[in-house]
């Protein structure tokens, strides 16, 4: 029996909870959050899709009450503040650091095994201060963000090719989790396993780069505040990776201890999820340009960690 915890019954949390239970990816899903009510509500209608659908994964919403969440083997935490038009994911370090600090100390009392899933933003930040704070081993802890990250630049590459099979395309984003810091890696861009650039210009797959890393941003512009159904989905396909044992080659924010020539903080980059978590960091061969922008996006997320001291 597998069990999965979401804390934050927002629209990227109560979206994860859905696909996780319309995919039946796990036995039992938790949906916690702190408002009176909302958990319960959202809870109550997936599982009335549930109904319709003939599904067999139960799903309960409960308010501020961690004991129902014991013995989860995933917990993914989502809680926090989400962006406004114009508000950067660092602008929010301040109030989610707080937030998913008690959040990670409450789980872990019920759950002290479980593997971490963080979602919220400053993503890499706040998956760097779960490290610190929660004593878990490093395998254990994952960023969501690179896979949401990497979704995009499918989606906008399969379109670039002449709206082809999404499926097919394959594409992969590392580094921070934000627009400027964000690094799709368009020379590894492939459809069908030929390179991306057999059949579109450089200055094409420039362009699709360059729109991956105002994804997020351009989707708060249209919606007024942040996507959901896109991140809840990303964090289920992580979920379900580890659950399963996938073995998938997933780019998540992982604690890098010399890789890529990086060390003491969390970051995108290619990962192998399986039952313990991150069972393996694949190290690409970065050509020198690569790997200044990878530096670079280092330097920015171990900046804005240095804004945590007062949560730690």
């Known amino acids: 029996m597998s069990k999965v915890t979401v804390v934050g019954a927002g629209n990227v949390g109560a979206t994860c909870a859905n696909v996780l239970v319309t995919t039946q990816v796990a036995d039992e899903v938790v ?16 599982m009335q899709t549930a109904n319709i ?24 935490i989502t809680s926090g503040i989400p962006r406004k038009p114009g508000m950067t994911r660092e602008e929010l370090i301040g109030v989610n650091a707080g ?12 759950s ?35 896979a949401l990250d990497s979704a995009r630049f499918k989606y906008f590459l399969s379109h670039a090719l002449g709206d082809v099979n999404a499926k097919e395309v394959e594409g992969i984003v590392i580094g921070g989790h934000g627009d400027t810091t964000m690094i799709p890696l368009t020379r590894f861009a492939a459809y069908r396993g030929i390179p991306a650039s057999e059949f579109i210009s450089a200055e094409k797959l420039a362009a699709v780069a360059a729109d991956t890393m105002v994804g997020g941003a351009t989707l708060t512009k249209l919606l007024g505040t942040s996507a959901w159904y896109a991140p809840g989905a990303a964090t289920a396909q992580v979920v379900g990776a580890v659950l399963h044992n996938e073995k998938k080659l997933i780019p998540c924010s992982a604690l890098l ?31 020198d340009e690569e790997k200044a922008l990878f530096h670079k996006s280092a330097e920015a997320v171990h900046k804005t960690n240095a804004a945590l001291a007062s949560a730690l």
């Open 53 to 76: 659908l003939g599904l067999e994964t139960r799903l309960c919403g409960v308010t501020n009450d961690y004991t129902k969440t014991e013995g989860s083997d995933v917990v993914v």
């Open 31 to 46: 949906l916690l959050d702190i408002k009176e009510g909302v958990s319960e509500g959202k809870a109550m209608d997936i």
């Open 112 to 146: 002290p095994n479980a593997v971490i899933v963080c979602v919220s933003n400053p993503m890499d930040t706040m998956t760097y201060l779960i490290h610190k704070i929660s004593g878990l081993p490093k395998n254990k802890i994952i960023g969501m963000g690179g």
């Open 99 to 110: 937030i998913v600090k008690s959040v990670t100390e409450n789980v872990l009392k019920h």
């Open 257 to 287: 201890e010399g890789e890529y020539g990086e060390s003491d903080l969390c970051i995108g980059v290619p990962c192998v999820l399986g039952k313990n978590g991150i069972e393996k960091i694949v190290e690409f061969k970065l050509n």
